[in-house]
């Protein structure tokens, strides 16, 4: 983990949300964990925070709980990304949002009844483990989920960064944009037929290479992006003819660009995780700090045999 905040990778992370994404809860084990630590906690007037809030995934679970007579809800969602909150204002109405470090908030001390983090906090590097203790007020309890070390995401975001790395290796993007210069180049006359069948035999050999890796990892590799764009590939060549061959060379480009980003984000993911080393000295951090911690837990996501988070749960006394 690092020491420092991630702050460089904001924009990667504004790329992300704008594309639209939905965030970590999906996961109906994530959604039933939340679920049941909400239950237990909104039973009075609680001011929480999401830390490193993403899409908001967690508020909008406590946003979609019926509260109990006498309890209120008053949510703050916090991330480094303006992108991100600008999902969460739209999602969330009545909800702070606060573009900031969780390393270093700017907010007053003990001023959160519950705060909560999923997949987020390790992101801003040990100083923000602090900080959220900061300002966790007496009563409150701190609940945060973070990526587990050599777990079942850690391994995912192996085999995703090394197919990506492969894929781009391959050159089948750099060899389909030549083939769409060849065939602009022949739409406005000044290319020639034998320079657009080179530049198809250049793609050719690469195409069968990409199927094979497909073939290899399975379709669901990367997240079934690599296998999206093969398809969508597949398509702009049947349709060459028909084509708005200057919209789809921007299309290669920016797929070549998302798919450089998916991959930067799936090695930041890697980077974050969390040993059993690092999270005891966390935890050790955090009593210093005044909070009374559990024993960490780990997390099984989507029947797979290998944790996948953290379980960091406090409360100050
Ligand atoms: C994996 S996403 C998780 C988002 C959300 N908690 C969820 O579960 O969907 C990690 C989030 O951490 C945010 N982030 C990264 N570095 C941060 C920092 N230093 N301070 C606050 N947020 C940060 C990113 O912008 C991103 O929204």
């Known amino acids: 983990m690092t020491q420092n905040p991630t702050e460089k990778q904001t924009p990667a992370w504004d790329n992300w949300w704008r594309e639209g994404q939905e965030g970590g809860a999906q996961d109906p084990t994530l959604r039933d964990y939340w679920q049941r630590v909400l239950e237990q906690t909104l039973t009075r007037p ?38 991100a909150l600008a999902i969460v204002a739209q999602r969330l109405p009545g909800v702070h949002t606060l573009q900031a470090s969780a390393a270093s908030t700017g907010l007053g001390d ?24 900061r300002l966790l007020a007496p009563g409150g309890q701190l609940v945060l989920i973070v990526h587990y070390r050599e777990g079942a995401i850690d391994e995912e975001s192996r085999t995703t960064c090394e197919a990506i790395a492969q894929t781009l290796e391959l050159g089948v993007l750099d060899a389909f944009d030549a083939l769409l210069q060849a065939a602009l180049a022949l739409r406005s006359g000044a290319g020639n037929a034998e320079a657009f069948t080179a530049a198809d035999q250049t793609l050719a050999p690469r195409v069968q290479q990409f199927a094979t890796l497909l073939k290899d990892r399975g379709p669901a590799v990367a997240g079934g992006s690599l296998a999206q764009l093969f398809n969508d590939l597949a398509g702009l060549y049947q349709s060459l003819e028909s084509t708005d061959l200057t919209a789809a060379r921007e299309g290669v480009e920016r797929a070549s660009r998302d798919l450089k980003a998916f991959a930067q984000r799936m090695q930041a993911m890697r980077e974050v995780a969390l040993s059993a080393e690092e999270v005891a000295q966390i935890i050790e951090a955090l009593g210093i700090a005044g909070l009374e911690m559990a024993q960490p837990e780990t997390l099984k996501l989507g029947g797979r045999p290998l944790p996948a988070a953290w379980i960091l749960r406090g409360q100050r006394p």
């Open 110 to 133: 003990a001023s959160f009844d519950f705060i909560a983090s999923q997949f987020g906090l390790e992101y801003a590097g040990t100083g923000a483990f602090a900080e959220a203790a």
């Open 46 to 83: 609680v001011r929480m925070l999401d830390l490193a809030c993403g899409a908001g995934a967690v508020t909008a679970i406590a946003n979609s709980m019926r509260l109990p007579t006498g309890a209120t809800l008053d949510c703050t969602c916090l991330d480094a990304s303006a992108d």
